[in-house]
């Protein structure tokens, strides 16, 4: 059941919510287990924005709809947990090598999932998955980790 509700979060890392998360040039980890197909599905984000999820390798496979459906993105992902939180590890998936979007996701039930971005202030530029993990560990709880000036996102199942 925790795997299933942390693959939910996946579907909502979109720059279509977010504008300017913070990014990374590593992830939180590297996937260690299959996403679940449970998940396979469309997800609506708070403001609008579809998700159409699949699963691909060890990663979600993610379609991202704008609320007009005139413009759409392509992203994958996969889930890190640090001390019983769990972020999600998204990137782009038509571009080799880009940065990843880093978000803290809450899961309020099998239907619906928070999702919280990090930061942009910070500053500190992480060379490897082991940093960043450490990093978060230290700072996750602290009010400033989060960007306040950006509301949670929430996302139903359709």
């Not at 913070?22 to 260690?32: D, I, L, Q, R």
């Not at 396979?40 to 924005?49: P, S």
């Not at 947990?81 to 039930?109: C, H, Q, W």
């Amino acid at each position: 059941m925790k795997h299933v509700l942390r693959s939910l979060a996946v579907i909502c890392g979109s720059v279509f919510l977010f504008g300017c998360p913070y990014t990374s040039s590593v992830p939180v980890s590297m996937p260690t287990s299959a996403p679940d197909p449970k998940f396979h599905g469309i997800w609506i984000a708070d403001d609008g924005v579809r998700y159409v999820v699949k699963t691909k390798d060890k990663m979600y496979d993610i379609m991202a709809y704008d609320r007009e459906n005139t413009s759409s993105e392509h992203l994958k992902g996969y889930f890190s947990v640090i001390k019983g939180a769990t972020f999600m590890n998204l990137t782009n998936a038509d571009k080799p090598n880009s940065s990843y979007l880093i978000f803290r996701v809450e899961f309020k039930d099998e239907d619906n999932i928070k999702l919280t971005e990090m930061s942009e202030d910070i500053k500190d530029k992480f060379t490897s998955p082991d940093a960043l993990r450490d990093y978060i560990e230290k700072n996750m709880n602290n009010p400033t980790f989060h960007k306040a000036s950006v509301p949670p996102t929430l996302l139903q199942r359709e």
